[in-house]
Nanobody, 122 residues
């Protein structure tokens, strides 16, 4: 069993930055991912990272602006978000997948956090 708790969301102006954190408890040797869901839209993949941090994958919509990283000693995964745009506004969810390879579909993830709101004003 894995429990995930996100933090770091908030309100920021366009062009600003935020860093989201996801603290994991329980078994933590999982691929970790970030997803987001805007009002009226489906949940979409943002980024994922494997256990050793040797493999990461970032969605094209945020490539060059968002970076995923993890600190296994702290059981924490981060999403550094720079150059934020109003279209980045969404609830951001942390998720864990019991697989050794990075995966991008929400159905491949086994555990989810409660989400943290990110709002980018124009």
């Amino acid at each position: 069993q894995v429990q995930l708790v996100e933090s770091g969301g908030g309100l920021v102006q366009a062009g600003g930055s935020l860093r989201l954190s996801c603290a994991a408890s329980g078994r933590t040797s999982y691929v970790m991912g970030w997803f987001r869901q805007a009002p009226g839209k489906e949940r979409e993949f943002v980024a994922a990272i494997n256990w050793s941090s040797s493999n990461t994958y970032v969605a094209d919509s945020v490539k060059g602006r968002f970076t995923i990283s993890r600190d296994n000693a702290k059981n924490t995964v981060y999403l550094q978000m720079n150059s934020l745009k109003p279209e980045d506004t969404a609830i951001y969810y942390c998720a864990a997948a019991n697989t050794p390879v990075v995966v991008t579909h929400s159905r491949q993830y086994d555990y989810w956090g409660q989400g943290t709101q990110v709002t980018v004003s124009s």
